[in-house]
């Protein structure tokens, strides 16, 4: 595998007046002049069009445990290949891949078949779009879903959730699984912490959970910026009233990059958990804490059985039958367990 500069023509723009181009991707719609990147760092303007210049650039490619995306209800116990690109179209100060997000690391090119052909082998449930921001990569994105499709492969996307509604809509036709990252229910803090906005990706989450995709959202909890009882109650009953089946994974902060807040308090993660189930959620789980079982396991929500156990990445499926409660009946939010 080699780095290739090739640039690629991209989708969703419009030419504007002098060579200039917009970029209709994401909400950011980037007015490019010739030469000019978008907030992105992987769209351009080259001679009054626009290239997605990253195209099949991966930064990082692995074999990892699905539960590492995180995704709890999708393929359980499987692994995925995961691959990314350089590039994020939100600049959020705490990043912990701010070293491919928000700046270059070293690339190597990667078809879209030759994704398939690493993916090939037993164990491995699909391929997963992770690591800084996929949807930045939407060209790449769709054709190696495409290529996973013909070759009977699941696809999966750890998104940010800052993209336009029309490409939405195609990826929501093709992509399987989804897993959002809800960075908080404040407006102000994207503006503030991520150079975004709230309400776009309220719109893609309440988009995807109408769709046939599978959808996860995940949140980062941190210390005195997201993690008042007030705004985690508003974010999970908001989450509910769309969906109370959608799994919720509240992860703990530790410092990194800008952000040199101390790490959120375990009573936190505990409360925010109790929250959570308390606005109706039925699947909430804790990451980046070791704490008691009932914080990582699946129960079922009407006869309250343990159908997976999860210690650290190692998953044990104890009672499901393909995706129902073995002991009541009743079908759980879970995509093809085994």
Not at 94 to 120: G, I
Not at 309 to 316: E, F, G, N, V
Request: glycine letters at 6%; a negative charge; one cysteine or more.
């Amino acid at each position: 595998m080699t780095t290739v500069n090739e640039p690629h023509p991209a989708r969703w723009w419009e030419a504007v007046d002098n060579d200039r181009v917009r970029c209709d991707l994401c909400p950011h719609h980037c007015v490019l002049a010739p030469n000019q990147t978008g907030e992105c760092r992987v769209r351009q303007n080259i001679g009054g069009k626009l290239y997605a210049i990253g195209y099949a650039n991966t930064v990082a490619l692995s074999i990892d445990p699905i539960e590492k995306k995180p995704f709890y209800h999708f393929f359980p116990g499987q692994s995925i290949f995961s691959v990314g690109p350089n590039g994020c179209n939100l600049h959020c100060r705490y990043c912990q891949n701010h070293f491919s997000s928000q700046s270059s690391t070293p690339t190597d090119h990667l078809s879209p078949e030759q994704v398939v052909r690493f993916a090939n082998r037993p164990g491995v449930a699909g391929v997963a779009f992770t690591y800084t921001e996929p949807l930045v990569w939407y060209e790449y994105v769709m054709d190696t879903v495409r290529a996973c499709q013909r070759s009977g492969f699941s696809t999966a996307c750890v998104s940010n959730g800052y993209i336009s509604l029309e490409p939405l809509e195609e990826l929501l036709g093709a992509v399987d699984a989804f897993n959002f990252d809800l960075k908080s229910f404040s407006d102000d803090f994207y503006r503030s912490q991520c150079g975004g906005r709230l309400y776009p990706i309220l719109r893609t989450i309440e988009t995807a959970i109408q769709s046939p995709a599978h959808v996860e959202v995940a949140l980062l909890l941190i210390t005195n910026l997201n993690d008042s009882p007030e705004e985690v109650g508003k974010l999970c009953r908001w989450l509910a009233e769309h969906d109370p089946e959608t799994p919720l994974h509240l992860s703990r902060y530790h410092p990194s990059w800008k952000l040199k807040l101390p790490s959120t308090p375990v009573a936190t993660m505990m409360r925010s958990w109790e929250i959570a189930r308390e606005a109706g959620l039925k699947h909430v789980y804790l990451g980046n804490v070791t704490l008691d079982d009932k914080y990582t396991e699946t129960r079922c929500p009407d006869c309250d059985a343990v159908l997976i156990r999860r210690q650290s990445y190692q998953t044990r499926i104890l009672g499901l039958n393909g995706e129902t409660c073995t002991a009541c009946g009743r079908k759980i939010n879970i995509v093809n367990t085994v």
